[in-house]
């Protein structure tokens, strides 16, 4: 087993610039730094008789198919992405798995959280590229902010994102942080002060446009983001996706010989979403509204609450 990685809305965590645990080929991972690299390592992983394949990203969708499609004795799986034809019509392939998360029911707690802690009464949040892997988060937080203003008679408003019209701010790519810093900006001056970037390290731009201003939080995306960058006391929560446990899962069942095609999507129900500790704002969040969070989450869990979003998997 061996991993290839490319650019994606999830900042591939620390850990995996390692080398993973592997089995039969005991390979190393490959960082790919440009999309010339993508199929050349894929096909490289391949030729040294590797069992299983993870791509990290949707921008690997193509060269981690193909892979698939002339290698059919060995499993493939690919994180944020599933499979399409020229004409993006859905493709199954016997031996490629998509690993997918539900990030949107995560994303409605946290911007329930947003609205509920916002002091201004304006929240804002902006992607990398608008993909459904991106749109989704915004889909959801949209969706918490509503309730939020629903449950309350508030009229927090978010910026950023029209769930509706499925448009809004991008920064155009996920490695531009001077962009993600300039957005920010221009949130903050109309009065943003709870923001979540779904952007990966273009995230970073708008941590360093929140720590220049008074008041200013961020939910973070992917991981938490509390531990995983220097801006810690920024953090009001992050969502979480537990690509770890679905990548275990993937390795045990392709160990196994139960490896299949069905896709993995990561919920609140399994685990593979998530909100992360509210940790330095712990004491400031009201009991009521952390309450009301638990409660929401339980009743996504129960199917009593069901968080819609054109990009779910």
């Given at each position: 087993?061996?991993?290839?990685?490319s650019?994606?809305?999830?900042?591939?965590?620390?850990?995996?610039?390692?080398?993973?645990?592997?089995?039969?080929?005991?390979?190393?991972s490959?960082?790919?730094?440009?999309?010339?690299?993508?199929?050349?390592?894929v096909?490289?992983?391949?030729?040294?008789?590797c069992?299983l394949?993870?791509?990290?990203?949707?921008?690997?969708?193509d060269?981690?198919?193909?892979?698939?499609e002339e290698?059919?004795?060995a499993?493939?799986?690919?994180?944020?992405?599933?499979?399409?034809?020229?004409?993006?019509?859905?493709?199954?392939?016997?031996?490629?798995k998509?690993?997918?998360?539900?990030?949107?029911e995560?994303?409605?707690?946290?911007?329930y959280?947003?609205?509920?802690?916002?002091?201004?009464?304006?929240?804002?949040?902006?992607?990398?590229i608008?993909?459904?892997?991106?749109?989704?988060?915004?889909?959801?937080f949209?969706?918490?902010?509503?309730?939020?203003?629903?449950?309350n008679?508030?009229?927090?408003?978010?910026?950023?994102?029209?769930?509706?019209?499925?448009?809004?701010?991008?920064?155009g790519?996920?490695?531009?942080?001077?962009?993600?810093?300039?957005?920010?900006?221009?949130?903050i001056?109309?009065?943003?002060?709870?923001?979540?970037?779904v952007?990966?390290?273009?995230?970073?731009?708008?941590?360093?446009?929140?720590?220049?201003?008074?008041g200013?939080?961020?939910?973070?995306?992917?991981?938490?983001?509390?531990?995983?960058?220097?801006?810690?006391?920024?953090?009001?929560?992050?969502?979480v996706?537990e690509?770890?446990?679905?990548v275990?899962?993937?390795?045990s069942?392709?160990?196994?010989g139960?490896?299949?095609n069905?896709?993995?999507?990561?919920t609140l129900?399994?685990?593979?979403v998530?909100?992360?500790e509210?940790h330095?704002f712990?004491?400031?969040?009201?009991a009521?509204?952390?309450?009301?969070i638990?409660?929401?989450?339980q009743?996504?869990?129960d199917g009593?609450?069901?968080?819609?979003?054109?990009?779910?998997?």
């Amino acid at each position: 087993m061996a991993s290839t990685t490319s650019p994606s809305t999830s900042p591939v965590p620390r850990a995996w610039k390692q080398p993973l645990p592997t089995w039969a080929c005991r390979r190393p991972s490959t960082e790919s730094t440009s999309d010339a690299d993508y199929a050349t390592n894929v096909n490289t992983l391949v030729g040294q008789g590797c069992n299983l394949t993870i791509g990290v990203g949707f921008l690997l969708e193509d060269s981690i198919q193909t892979g698939a499609e002339e290698n059919p004795d060995a499993n493939f799986a690919l994180i944020d992405s599933s499979f399409s034809d020229a004409d993006f019509a859905p493709v199954e392939l016997d031996n490629a798995k998509p690993l997918l998360f539900n990030t949107a029911e995560a994303s409605f707690l946290a911007g329930y959280l947003a609205a509920g802690m916002s002091e201004s009464g304006t929240v804002a949040t902006f992607g990398g590229i608008q993909l459904p892997s991106v749109a989704i988060f915004m889909d959801g937080f949209s969706d918490g902010v509503d309730m939020y203003n629903e449950d309350n008679s508030a009229e927090v408003e978010l910026l950023g994102w029209d769930k509706e019209a499925q448009n809004g701010s991008f920064s155009g790519d996920f490695d531009n942080q001077s962009q993600g810093q300039t957005l920010t900006e221009q949130f903050i001056a109309q009065g943003a002060d709870v923001i979540m970037p779904v952007a990966g390290p273009v995230g970073l731009g708008a941590a360093a446009a929140a720590e220049s201003s008074d008041g200013v939080k961020l939910v973070w995306v992917d991981s938490d983001g509390y531990n995983t960058t220097e801006y810690g006391d920024l953090m009001l929560t992050s969502v979480v996706k537990e690509i770890g446990a679905a990548v275990e899962s993937t390795i045990s069942e392709s160990v196994d010989g139960s490896f299949s095609n069905e896709p993995y999507v990561g919920t609140l129900e399994n685990g593979g979403v998530g909100i992360a500790e509210f940790h330095d704002f712990e004491g400031d969040v009201p009991a009521e509204l952390s309450e009301q969070i638990e409660t929401y989450k339980q009743q996504i869990i129960d199917g009593e609450l069901v968080i819609e979003s054109p990009n779910a998997p």
